[in-house]
């Protein structure tokens, strides 16, 4: 009886091996710490601090108004996050991430709702497609765009509340 369990377990394992690290575990690795917004790094930080806690290697475009990185586990799947600044702070997280299809989509607009409302302990609300949350002065937006872009595309963007959005300074 045990070699039989074996038997069939074996190939399983194999085949799970084979297909690598599943979505979620790369969901969480991206995501990050719950304290921080996205990858241990919140809304206000420095241009200088992003760039130090962030993957060099991952690096695709620079500007002193945004950061642009690339993440790539497959060629099914990878993460495209670009930081942007407003007067040298960080004031809003663009990530996109493309995949092999539209249900892959679908898994990971749920995967991105369970992680953040469990982290900032609160409920997403829908509105049209999608997702909302929010902390005191920041909001993350999560949308399945695969039915638009196809095959598999879901963005995730995070800025501040309306009301705490940085207004342009006027010269005096």
Aim: proline share 7%; net charge negative.
């Amino acid at each position: 009886m045990q070699k039989r369990i074996w038997v069939w377990l074996l190939p399983v394992s194999l085949l799970w091996a084979c297909f690598g690290t599943p979505l979620k575990q790369h969901f969480e690795e991206m995501a990050g710490p719950s304290e921080a917004h996205w990858r241990g790094i919140s809304l206000g930080e420095s241009w200088e601090k992003v760039q130090e806690k962030e993957d060099k290697k991952a690096l695709i475009a620079l500007d002193s108004a945004f950061v642009k990185y690339h993440f790539h586990y497959s060629d099914s799947e990878y993460y495209e996050v670009q930081y942007q600044f407003f007067e040298g702070q960080l004031n809003e997280i663009y990530v996109q991430v493309f995949l092999d299809s539209e249900p892959r989509g679908e898994e990971l607009t749920e995967l991105a709702v369970a992680h953040f409302s469990k982290a900032w302990k609160q409920e997403a609300l829908m509105d049209q497609g999608v997702y909302v949350l929010s902390k005191p002065a920041v909001v993350l937006e999560i949308m399945d765009e695969s039915p638009f872009h196809g095959p598999g595309m879901v963005r995730l963007i995070i800025r501040p509340a309306p009301e705490s959005k940085p207004q342009p300074k006027l010269p005096s």
